[in-house]
């Protein structure tokens, strides 16, 4: 005889049943059933940039910056690294420094959050700005799983804005600005990803990005840039991010050394300068923000920010520097993977097979002629060996039904290759061509 459950899951938050938190869980579990697949689903960063990464040595490179640049006593130093350590962050200064130098954003180290990884800075943001559900959030369509999930977490409801080969429609973000309006609510925050967006790998051009800055003011909403994959841009072709852009204080950014560093020291931040009126005066949004932080994670671990500080030290306080060697092999994985689908599909394409072929990012979309639901997915590992992902997981409105992802990041070149003929042949036989 079981026992009775403790809990029923409609006594449980409404997140824990959206699909949202159980895609990544989903194909970790079909990677887990077919190891021996060549798997284009992780957008995980390559390993190779952690082989010979020695903590201890960045570690004693930002005690040093302590002492000689900042002149705290040694002893004060090191025991800053084992405290707690402040809501809003230690290495603010540097970021602030490098964000200027490398990407033009002038921002105080007051002005920056540092978060346990980006997803933090995503989840006080909105929780920040988002006062009660009259406040909607519009993301693009397809949009990145983190921030629709954090959303979810916090009630937020969220709108989807049409994702063209241009990036977000600002003509149809307008339209959901006015619709919002008609019921009696208000678009608060607009979430985009200007450059090599995940899932869509597209790029805003430069005229798209005032456009948006032009509307957020029309419309009175904040812009919450996330640039995970901007530095992956060819260094003949790069943008200014939206931040870099803003005049009147409309864009959060938010930032990760995941990519550019790596993924386990779990550091991230946000940059925002907006100002909060209060009774008594004024404060930045940025301390709002650290204020919320102490009732989620305290601080952001003192040792991982000393590393991170150790990385943009070694690499002359620059964001590109640390990023240069990471994404020269991005830039060529995904230069591989597209030359590898024009090498095994190009000649005799299968007929409704297309695919994009972005300049920067971790990410190849392909459009297919049937559903790239679970089954075929299945057939995908088991039978051929190779994996990718659904589109669909991606979509508020129920489209990229047909459309699947491919991520070049984590696999050598030969392994690419490999997993493009295994996918070549699986797309032939099973897509009805």
């Not at 790998?201 to 798209?208: E, H, K, N, S």
Request: aromatic content about 6%; charged content about 25%; glycine content about 8%.
């Amino acid at each position: 005889m079981s026992a009775a459950p403790d809990l029923h899951r409609q006594d449980l938050h409404a997140s824990l049943a959206d699909p949202v938190l159980g895609s990544v869980a989903f194909l970790n579990e079909v990677m887990d059933r077919h190891p021996d697949a060549i798997s284009f689903a992780p957008g995980a960063p390559h390993p190779e940039f952690v082989r010979h990464l020695d903590t201890r040595a960045l570690t004693d490179r930002y005690l040093a910056h302590l002492v000689d640049d900042r002149g705290l006593d040694p002893a004060r130093a090191e025991r800053l690294l084992y405290e707690y350590g402040p809501a809003q962050g230690l290495i603010n200064d540097l970021v602030a420094e490098a964000l200027h130098a490398d990407q033009g954003i002038r921002a105080d180290a007051r002005d920056i959050v540092i978060t346990v990884g980006a997803q933090e800075a995503m989840l006080l943001t909105l929780r920040a700005l988002f006062r009660d559900t009259g406040d909607v959030l519009a993301v693009a369509d397809p949009c990145f799983v983190g921030i629709v999930g954090a959303a979810r977490l916090l009630d937020i409801p969220v709108v989807a804005v049409r994702e063209g080969p241009t990036g977000l429609d600002a003509d149809d973000l307008a339209a959901r600005c006015h619709e919002a309006r008609a019921a009696g609510r208000r678009v608060r925050a607009c979430y985009v990803a200007p450059d090599f967006s995940n899932p869509g790998g597209v790029r805003m051009p430069l005229g798209p990005r005032h456009r948006l800055l032009g509307l957020a003011a029309r419309e009175d909403l904040l812009l919450v840039e996330d640039n995970a994959y901007g530095f992956t841009a060819p260094e003949d072709d790069t943008l200014p991010g939206l931040k870099a852009l803003d005049t009147e204080r409309r864009v959060i950014h938010l930032g990760t050394f995941a990519k550019v560093g790596f993924p386990g020291a779990r550091v991230g931040y946000a940059v925002a300068d907006q100002r909060v009126r209060h009774a008594d005066g004024e404060r930045r949004l940025a301390e709002e923000l650290a204020d919320l932080k102490t009732m989620v994670t305290v601080n952001t671990s003192p040792l991982s920010q000393a590393v991170v500080g150790g990385l943009l030290l070694e690499h002359g306080r620059s964001l590109t520097e640390l990023a240069r060697r990471k994404a020269e092999r991005y830039r060529r994985n995904l230069a591989c993977l597209v030359d590898a689908l024009e090498r095994h599909l190009a000649d005799d394409p299968p007929p409704g097979v297309t695919w994009s072929r972005p300049a920067g990012g971790f990410f190849v979309r392909v459009d297919l002629p049937v559903r790239a639901d679970a089954a075929l997915l299945e057939t995908s590992a088991a039978d051929y060996g190779v994996l990718w992902t659904p589109m669909s997981q991606f979509s508020l409105t129920g489209g990229g039904d047909r459309q699947i992802r491919l991520s070049c990041s984590y696999l050598e070149p030969d392994r690419i290759d490999t997993g493009v003929r295994r996918l070549a042949a699986f797309l032939r036989k099973e897509t009805g061509a």
